[in-house]
Structure formats: C-alpha cells, structure tokens
C-alpha cells in the first residue's frame, strides 16, 4: 500500500502525475482549493486504478490552511510513501512592472507552501524511515527568462530548499530530488512564447519513477528535462 500526496493535481502535470499515481494502484490524496476540477481529478483517478484517493482542501496562500491540510492527511492515510509539489503559478511582467504582491504570491505558492507541507510531514515519515519528497521545479531553476523574475526566483530557491533538504536526510532512508522539467504543454506555457517541448505524461512518468522507484542514491538529484 502506497500513500503518496500531491499538490497542484487540478490539472497538468500533477493531474498526469496523480493519474499515475492512481494506475499503480497508489492511495491518493490531492491537496489544492476546492474546485470542479479538483473534483474532476479525483474521480478519474478512481477510474484509474487508485486504491483509495481523497481531496484535501488548502489555499497556497495560506499557511494556516496547509499545515491543517498535513494534519487531516496525517490522521486519514499516516505518513506519506511520498510528496510531490507540483502546484505552480507564473505571472509574466517585466521586474518593472512586477507588483511585490505578485512576486511575495509566487514565492509563496512555488516555495514556501512546499516548504510548510514537508515540514510538517516530515516528523512522521522519519518515525517510519521511509518516504520521498519529489519537488517539480523547471528549467527556470537553473537559468533566467525574461519577464519571468518572481518564478525564476521560486524555482531556483526550489532547489536550495531540497539541497539543504537532501543533507538533513543523509542516512534517514528517506530522500528527495528534483525534476525540472522544460516547456511542457500545459496551460502555464500559454502565451510564453515557447514551442512545448513534452506532454505532461513524460513529466509524470519521470515524477512516478523517483517517488516510487528510483534508489534512495537520487537524494539530492535534479533531473533535468529538456524534451524532443
């Protein structure tokens, strides 16, 4: 019995990734704001194959709503197998014309709700001494884009987050890791001005094979996407 949580499975890549998820007959739970497409997730990933698969209700935005989120996880499933952080956001604007409202909202959502939720499941998963935490970060994690500041700057903390990460669970049996995938086709890479490079699924299949599969000698791995 697998138990894997994943956030941002709406649509996209964390729904190709929960359907993923669900076809090896994973337990599921699927954080994000309530909404029909939430919903919709959650029955395809019944159809899928998923053992058991549960919503559970949080604004990104807000820390309270996340660590109750961890908590009511915790209390339904136990410790995670597995967290995959794909819930993302962009905003376009040059520096300029960047509010600090809009940068502070996408450090919030592409960085620190990951960093809310790992740390308070984390506790749990090391009692067992099994569990993986899978970051989705992107290309924007190792370079600039213009007109991309606030994300770039998410994803490349992203990365310091899981390195300092990394370190602390050398010899946990856990581990986490990174894929930073290219332009995928998705509604995110509308209007960037990008031709998309690989479908969701692609970037699913990778996510699947380092929560379920890869060896614990990944720890501190990113995997770089760049596509055909």
């Known amino acids: 019995m697998t138990r894997v949580l994943i956030t941002g499975a709406s649509r996209g890549i964390g729904r190709a990734t929960a359907l993923a998820c ?35 209700s949080a604004d990104a935005n807000q820390i309270a709503q996340l660590e109750r989120a961890a908590a009511e996880f915790l209390q339904a499933f136990g410790a995670p197998d597995a967290i995959i952080h794909s819930a993302g956001i962009a905003a376009r604007t040059s520096v300029e014309a960047t509010s600090v409202a809009s940068f502070q ?16 499941l984390l506790p749990a998963m090391r009692a067992r001494k099994v569990g993986r935490v899978v970051f989705v970060g992107s290309i924007s994690s190792t370079l600039g884009t213009a007109n991309l500041a606030g994300y770039c700057a998410s994803k490349w903390g ?22 930073l995938p290219g332009s995928v086709d998705t509604e995110m890479l509308i209007g960037s001005g990008f031709p998309p490079r690989m479908n969701a699924d692609s ?4 996510l ?8 614990l000698a990944h720890n501190g791995g990113c995997i770089e996407m760049f596509g055909t």
């Open 208 to 215: 699947l094979h380092y929560a379920l599969d890869a060896p």
């Open 158 to 179: 992203l990365i310091g987050l899981m390195k300092s990460l990394a370190a602390e669970l050398s010899d946990s049996g856990l581990m986490t890791c990174a894929v």
């Open 22 to 56: 669900a076809g090896r007959g994973a337990e599921l739970g699927l954080l994000g704001r309530p909404s029909e497409r939430l919903s919709e997730s959650v029955e395809l990933c019944r159809k899928a194959g998923a053992l058991r698969v549960q919503p559970f």
């Open 203 to 206: 970037v699913a299949q990778t």
């Open 105 to 120: 909202e996408q450090l919030q959502v592409n960085l620190s709700a990951p960093f809310v939720l790992t740390r308070a």
